[in-house]
């Protein structure tokens, strides 16, 4: 439907190849099979059909009748369906389409849906529903669909004979969940990120992490509103370059129409999580369609659904055909599923600054019940004008610009904006995943308050020992970094011997800002990549001076912020990464 078939047209072509190939497809074959290929691989050869239509028997007895059956062909081969498929459809808009192009995305409307349908039932002498096209929304989906149709159509013939027995069969199969796995992996070789500060790559990401570099800024001019928010709290951030937002629309199947429209947290997605998914090979996309590999996205703060403002800070114009999905946080991850064809569990989930991490729980999660094999993880943030006012009235940013995490002079943080991308599997890989918790603060102090003594029970929820390295949450505010150091020390000095390693605890957001939904994704990446690739411990950015709520929580116990580049004396087993939303997730 994407090249230009509507619902009337679908049904054209559905009759069509119905009398093309003298079978009866249904109606719906356009949805049920939405490309050329799997319309194809819908209709294979059968060298036995004939055997199948005209039975031999070993007995002596010659059959006594013979239940009249509809004369149809020999199972079409699964090139001949696609090109009957493709030809129907070429009749109906005019111009030929990709096989594996979803219809309605190329023009394909209800209207010529139909006509499809109609036209290959018709060519292939069979019936067709007339919700083919989005059963089977590509012409690749019609063509397996069609291949199953005439298959069981031959194989319904019933023959009767004497001194032949009869016998009544009845078989179910139910597909159960594979047996849930011991422990889930994530491959470091495949973390990407797409993060200020010219972070793309895992190398580029672990320098900023070792050096006392910060990616922070003023709004670029380019962006809406920037000029005005010069002199307050709003106008610092930590901003990608224009051309990572400038992903190849085309490849992702996606036209300039629809690509303007798009929240371009959209393309930030598609690009980063696509790169975690594929491997080097040419058809890698290939090798994603239809596999059962879910997609948990973090994702929230985005303005665009309320036509504010587009990353390029241009107002939105007047609503068009994409306006409804455009800013939908569901359809962020939804839209990958769909472009990529992954069928495992798919969902957003917005927690605040907890997202990415609540997500990769999820993920995990869903595959030690079993529901998925494989899994990507993505965090995605974009800043806009209109959130950083509102946060800037709240009291909640930074005057300097800066998230000085466990510094003295921790007022609030900046904001940041990214995007970065896992992929989890049951099968064995180099960083396994020892355990994940997901709890709510319940009675704070107030709704947005961080609570000390729930943060505590959460790290003692995951079993993973007391390991050398903590990336924290660390935002940079005055009593928050104390609130969570001291849960932090609680929960992982307790019983800690004296003389033992210290635990080395970073944030991520003194370097790039604060991500939100997208920070646990930028420090799940830190704490991963840096430390394997480095074998050293990462510094705090910002830190000068002690916050002085901080200096009697870590006296006397073996927990540092570091502030230098260090040799990494312990192992990275039991690293943790922690983070807290400001709805008490």
Known sequence: MSAGLDSIAAVELSTRMSERLNTELPSTLLFDHPSLRSIADSLSVYDEAEEVLEPKFETAQEPRYLMQRPQRAKAQSTTAVVETISSTLSDILGTRVATDAP?????????????????LAERFDTELPQTLMFDHPTIDAMASFIAETTEMSVAAVTVEREAMPTTTMAMAVMTSRQDAPDRVFLASRQIRCTIPGGCHDPPALKELGLRAWTANSHWPVSRLAAVE??????????????????????????SRTEARAMDPMAMLVLATTYGALSDSSSNSRAKLANAPIGFFLGAGGSTFSKGLETASGNATKAPSVYSATSGALSVLSGRLSYTLGLTGPCQTTDTACSSSLVAAHQAVSALKLGESPAAAVAGVMVLTVPVSVAFSAAGMLSALGRCHTFDRRADGYCRGEGCGAFYFSTEADDVAVSGTAVQQDGPSASLTAPNGSSQQRLIEAVEAGNGPSLEAHGTGTALGD????????????????????????????????????????????????????????????????????????????????????????????????????????
Request: with cysteine; hydrophobic share 50%; charged share 10%.
């Open 103 to 119: 219809l309605m995305s190329v023009g394909l409307d209800s209207i010529a849906a139909t006509e499809l349908t109609n036209a």
């Open 229 to 254: 928010l010069q002199g307050t709290s709003a106008a610092y951030g930590a901003f990608l370059a224009p051309d990572a937002f400038a992903a190849d629309a085309a490849f992702f199947g996606i």
């Open 482 to 585: 104390p609130i969570e150091v001291g849960a932090a020390t609680r929960a992982l000095c307790k019983g800690r011997e004296r003389g033992s390693a210290a635990i080395q605890c970073t944030s991520l957001k003194s370097n790039m800002g604060h991500l939100e939904p997208a920070a646990a994704a930028a420090g799940l990446a830190s704490l991963v990549v840096g430390p394997l690739m480095a074998s050293v411990v990462a510094v705090n950015a910002q830190l000068r001076g002690l916050n002085a709520h901080l200096s009697s929580i870590v006296s006397s116990k073996p927990f540092q912020m570091p502030v230098d580049v260090a040799p990494r004396t312990t192992a990275l087993s039991g690293s943790r990464l922690s983070s807290f939303g400001f709805s008490g997730t």
